[in-house]
């Protein structure tokens, strides 16, 4: 399926290596969403996290009060609300507030908590926080809609005549999107909702589904539920780098590309990252995998296509936002995705390049009436200056 307009944005957890001065990556962070903002980038997904020592915005909704007020058109959206760890009710307000307070342009991802170490330090069992997170989405999406008090207890949150006084900005509600990562949990929860995907990792591996049946799981949920799937809110997270050329953009990132995966994926979450390579060769181990897009725009390009071939259309491509280069190439990178990757799947090089063809197909029709143009101007000239 070609979408008319792609949507383009980051999805910012983030990730900062240790040993680097915090409030200064904040800044930097809220730097880089002012900058996507002028490049027009559609959306910036901001999460929550608790623990671990690389992902440090523990509220996504104040720090996207923070960047609304830097920014003018860029969407701002939670990637996301781990939903067990709030109550509803409170969840729901703080969305609405967002809602007016950026007159719209407010995203409500939601999930179940990345983090187990952070569901430990709440005391929330770990197995219940799927389950809870679709609890508390039925109950959020009724407090959006419906203004007769809402009644619900459980073993985990109590609404006695509870009711929204601030009703959304946007109507119904702001749009909705489910994190998704291989499993097909997160598919599952999508569909049975209706709401957006933020697939968070490409399925990859023999027994992983594809694209396209990860996407299947959803509209097949959907049905069931008497809901419908929109493929235009399906993004796809992926980590990337671009430079001119693929040398100069994998040794940008190479180190601090290794440290992610060593340091954090592999030391802090033990994670098995199933690459039998030492740190400086990590990065080109994933992009060998697929797993990663680090080279040039044309690769960008090439690998969009290959995504919307193998999952029969989505909507959004997000950059997933690492610290892996310093500030001058990280920004370059953006504004090479920018210049010369969304053109190609937003429609605005469509006019130009059939002008140019129009007009290089008659060039020479064109330079003959140009050329008798100017030899009647000479002409009319002489005849002037004769009489």
Known sequence: MQQSRMKFGIFLAPFHPLGENPTLAIHRDLELIERLDELGYDEAWVGEHH??????IASPEVFIAAASQRTRHIKLGTGV??????HPLLVADRMVLLDHLTRGR???????????SDAIMMGIDPPTQRPRMEEAMGVILRLFTELDPVDYECEWFTLRGARLQLRPYTQPHMPI???????PSGMVTAGKFGAGVLTFSVARGDDAPSLQEFWGIAEKTAAEHGKTMDRREWRIVLPLHLAETRAEAMAQ???????YQAEYRRSTLSLELDVDAPPERLAEEMVARDAWCVGTPDDLVAKIRAFQESSGGFG????????????????HSYELLARYVMPHFQGSLDGLVASQAT???QSRRLNELRLASLARARSDYEQRQRG
């Open 106 to 116: 407010v995203l409500f991802g939601v999930g179940p908590g990345a983090l187990v």
């Open 177 to 183: 999107a489910v994190a998704a990562v291989q499993s």
């Open 253 to 259: 990132i190479r180190e601090r590309a290794g440290r």
């Open 51 to 56: 623990s671990a020592g690389w992902e440090t």
């Open 359 to 361: 007009v290089a197909d």
């Open 316 to 331: 959004g491509l997000m950059v997933q936002a690492i610290d892996w280069a310093d500030r001058e190439h990280l920004l």
């Open 81 to 86: 609300v781990s939903l067990p760890y709030h």
